[in-house]
Structures are given as structure tokens and as C-alpha cells.
């Protein structure tokens, strides 16, 4: 087993999640990507790393990442999920099957994956997971319906299994990127957050950074706001 620390990244083929896959390997980290357009792939490949096309909504795609990832490296230390879109529409003009598609989309994403790397951090005795959220999971904005609903369920499922593997070592937490300058960019929008601009990719890849770090061994169970104060009060 290589001494090299290692990390996957899903949905890792363009915004956050790339941006996360960037500065890992830049700290030092071997990556594994998995994205759907093949453009994680590629990145991977830029890297030096492992990467599939997949969907981390198939857990055989997710099988073939964390096995093929362990045949390489022999090890996973982080696991960052991040995600696609998910359905968008009046709340309850939602079916049924885009309520499922949310699931699927914003928390059984890092479910299933989280399944499988942790009896892997269970044997090294450490770990990290750090979801992608949104700063709209504790105050929903109609906006994203099935984000913030099912983002407001990732929080509990967080928590509990932060209660249940920090004795372990392995840690779970949240980042709530607020507008990120991966989405379109409006006045009104940068006009309603107090820092009066958008995010960078580049300033959530350096917080997972943080919470993947030795610096953050203490961090287990937080979903931390990355959103120029724009939920302060919530």
C-alpha cells in the first residue's frame, strides 16, 4: 500500500467538484474521478490519476471507481461527493418520480459511496468525507426545492454517522457553498449577499482542502456555510 494519501472526488468533471480534485492533487494527493460527461476522466488523466466515466447514481459505477482506485493505490483516504441538478419546479408540482430523482441526485449520492470506502477507512483507522451541500439546506429556497429538502436530510444523515464511526477516525462533514461562480451570475443575487460578489470554485476547493487536512482531525459532524454571510442569520 502506497503511503501517498488518496482521494476520490465524484461528479469531479467540471465546477466544485473539479476545483476540489484540482487542489487535492496540488496538496499532494493521488485522485480517482468519477464523472458522467468524461471530462473527470480527463482530468484525471491531467493529473496523473485514476478516472471512469460513470454516474454516481449506479453503484456499479461506483463500485468500478472505489475497486479500480484500490487496485491502484491501495488505499482511500478522503472521499469528497459532489453532485449534479436535480429536478426544479413549483413544490408541489414535483411527480413522485422527480422526488426519487432528487434522492437520487442529493443524498443517496453520498450514501452509496460512503458505503463502500468505509470499511476501507475502518481497516486504515482514518478517513475523511466531505459532501458538497448547499447554503439552502437549513433555510430552503424555492429556487431548488429538492436540493434544499433532500440537502436538509443529508445534514441528519451526517450526523449520525459522524456519532456513529468518529471513534473510528472517520470523519463526515458538510460544505454549503452559497452563489458560486459556477452558476449564472445576477445583480440581484450578488446584491443579496453581504460580501456583494459570488464565490469561487477555487474558495470551496480550499475549505474541503481544509477538511480533509490533518489541520481539521478534531472536525466531524459540521455542515460549515461557505457563502459570503448570505445565511448568517439562519
Do not use: C
Request: hydrophobic content about 40%; charged content about 20%; aromatic content about 6%.
Amino acid at each position: 500500500m502506497s503511503s501517498q494519501k488518496v482521494a476520490i472526488v465524484t461528479a469531479g468533471g467540471s465546477g466544485m467538484g473539479a476545483a476540489a480534485a484540482r487542489r487535492l492533487a496540488a496538496d499532494g494527493f493521488r485522485v480517482a474521478i468519477l464523472s458522467s460527461s468524461g471530462k473527470g476522466e480527463a482530468l484525471a488523466a491531467e493529473l496523473g490519476g485514476f478516472g471512469i466515466t460513470g454516474s454516481n447514481q449506479s453503484p456499479e459505477d461506483l463500485a468500478r471507481l472505489v475497486d479500480g482506485t484500490m487496485e491502484r493505490y491501495g488505499r482511500v483516504d478522503v472521499l469528497v461527493n459532489s453532485a449534479g441538478h436535480g429536478p426544479r419546479a413549483p413544490i408541489l408540482e414535483i411527480t413522485d418520480e422527480q422526488w426519487a430523482k432528487g434522492m437520487d441526485v442529493y443524498l443517496l449520492n453520498v450514501i452509496r459511496p460512503t458505503r463502500l470506502v468505509t470499511p476501507i477507512m475502518q481497516s486504515q483507522k482514518s478517513g475523511a468525507i466531505i459532501n458538497i451541500s448547499t447554503a439552502w439546506a437549513f433555510e430552503p429556497s424555492s429556487m431548488f426545492p429538492t436540493s434544499a429538502v433532500f440537502r436538509a436530510g443529508l445534514a441528519s444523515f451526517t450526523k449520525l454517522f459522524a456519532d456513529t464511526y468518529a471513534g473510528e477516525n472517520i470523519r463526515m462533514n458538510n460544505v454549503l457553498p452559497g452563489w458560486i461562480d459556477s452558476l449564472p451570475a445576477t445583480e440581484e443575487r450578488r446584491d443579496g449577499v453581504p460580501m456583494k460578489r459570488y464565490g469561487t470554485s477555487e474558495e470551496i476547493a480550499a475549505t474541503i482542502a481544509f477538511l480533509a487536512s490533518d489541520g481539521a482531525a478534531y472536525i466531524t459532524g459540521q455542515n460549515l456555510k461557505v457563502d459570503g454571510g448570505l445565511t448568517r442569520h439562519v
